[in-house]
């Protein structure tokens, strides 16, 4: 039991913070220069992405464990996989619209931008080129979004330090956010070996 | 004679006026995640180009047929399905390529530069143009995917595509960092800065506030709503 937890604390650390989703795997690039201007989208679009992320896991497993493995249709994994998001992505805004308005209000406007977002795709192709089992897979793709929400709220907290600086005219706007994200991907560098060093 | 002036300039608008990584900022991931090197820059360019141009055809017949509904599930479909035959052909002839790619083999399915342009151009022209297009928007992601690869792989390996270079090693190291995730951000901005730079000397707007224009989703986006890009038609 000791051993199971452990490991998958070391898949869960490891996904927030060495093999970050965005700052060490460069997945869902998009939202996180878009959408990370100021701090409450940026809380409301990771949000978002580690319910869609749990969710596609949840239903990508099963269909590629019993439906693509056993009848040896694995090349499919893509095609399949990318409908399976753009349908549940959808059926979770119909849903929240109609029984969970509240809930829609804050994350509703988030959903359209996930199914593009290849953070979703990418965890879930990521756990079947591990063959993780389900437990596994749930635990990457909760801590691969809980990395995601990481990033993204420390990344906010720079770009509005960085709204009224004074910066040289060609690098004003992308150029300026993009070596700030450098220099916020170097900080996580330092975490290097941590996780193994605690969970081995 | 008009006609063939016009798809020249569809062919060559995407190499560098509305070059899709450094002027509409599309496609960032696999152009981050891919250019530690030139042979993987190279494969990297090369898959995209087949699947967009494939995408872009096949899209540009069916436009018509295809309701206005249900276009983007559409688009992933048929996208998704050309990325499959390219994932086998790669598995199959070229698995160095494959092992370089990863997962961002895949991934090109929903790489923003393919459904931006299916969205955004095939799916309002005929298939020429629509092919015009692919084909530039693919050498234009290539040769910038590649241009990377090489200041990464320069500057954080001392070689290039593979061989090694004579200056590094016996007088000062390679910096690794370059070829760090850190190092592709800072390369990317610069690359980025630089192509501004260059277009503002010309009096063109710089390059799309985080690409969020080029983007499919911008119209449901609710930061890409506000920061509008300037124009790059």
């Known amino acids: 039991m000791i051993h199971i937890t452990k490991e998958l604390a070391a898949i869960f650390f490891t996904a927030v913070l060495t093999q970050n989703f965005v700052l060490a795997k460069f997945l869902g690039i998009c939202p996180f220069l878009g959408v990370s201007k100021k701090l409450h989208t940026a809380v409301g679009m990771s949000l978002a992405v580690i319910f869609v992320m749990a969710l596609a896991t949840c239903a990508t497993y099963p269909i590629n464990k019993y439906l693509l493995e056993t009848n040896g249709l694995t090349f499919l994994q893509t095609l399949v996989f990318i409908l399976v998001i753009a349908a549940l992505v959808q059926l979770v805004e119909i849903a929240l619209k109609r029984f969970l308005k509240p809930l829609y209000r804050s994350l509703g406007i988030y959903l359209p931008l996930i199914t593009t977002n290849c953070a979703v795709l990418g965890v879930v192709l990521l756990n079947v080129t591990r063959q993780y089992t389900f437990a596994q897979a749930m635990v990457n793709s909760v801590g691969g979004g809980a990395g995601f929400l990481l990033a993204m709220v420390l990344f906010a907290g720079v770009r509005s330090r960085m709204e009224h600086d004074d910066i040289p005219k060609a690098l004003r706007g992308l150029p300026s956010t993009l070596i700030a994200a450098s220099l916020v991907a170097l900080s996580f560098l330092g975490l290097g070996g941590v996780v193994e060093k605690i969970f081995a | ?233």
């Open chain 2, 1 to 233: 004679m008009t006609e063939r002036v016009s798809y020249l300039r569809e062919l060559t608008k995407g190499f560098l006026r509305e070059n899709p990584t450094l002027r509409l900022v599309l496609g960032t991931c696999p152009t981050l995640a891919i250019s530690i090197s030139v042979t993987g820059a190279l494969g990297m360019g090369a898959a995209a180009t087949a699947v967009l141009l494939c995408s872009n055809v096949v899209i540009s017949a069916l436009r018509s047929v295809i309701p206005d509904k249900v276009r983007i599930p559409a688009y992933i479909t048929i996208i998704a399905g050309l990325v499959t035959v390219v994932q086998l052909l790669v598995k199959a002839f070229l698995p160095a390529i494959d092992a370089a790619l990863g997962i961002y083999l895949p991934l090109i399915t929903v790489n923003c530069i393919i459904l931006g342009r299916a969205d955004g151009y095939a799916n309002s022209h005929n298939i020429p143009a629509a092919a015009c297009d692919a084909l530039g928007m693919g050498v234009g992601f290539t040769g910038a995917l590649c241009l990377m690869g090489a200041v990464r792989e320069v500057l954080g390996a001392g070689s290039f595509a593979g061989h090694s270079l004579p200056f590094w090693g016996t007088t000062v190291s390679p910096i690794l960092i370059f070829l760090l995730p850190p190092g592709g951000f800072f390369v990317y901005g610069l690359l980025i800065a630089v192509a501004n730079r260059i277009s503002q000397k010309k009096g063109k707007p710089t390059a799309e506030e985080a690409g969020c224009a080029g983007c499919v989703c911008a119209a449901s986006c609710p930061d890409g709503k506000k920061n509008k890009g300037g124009d790059t038609a």
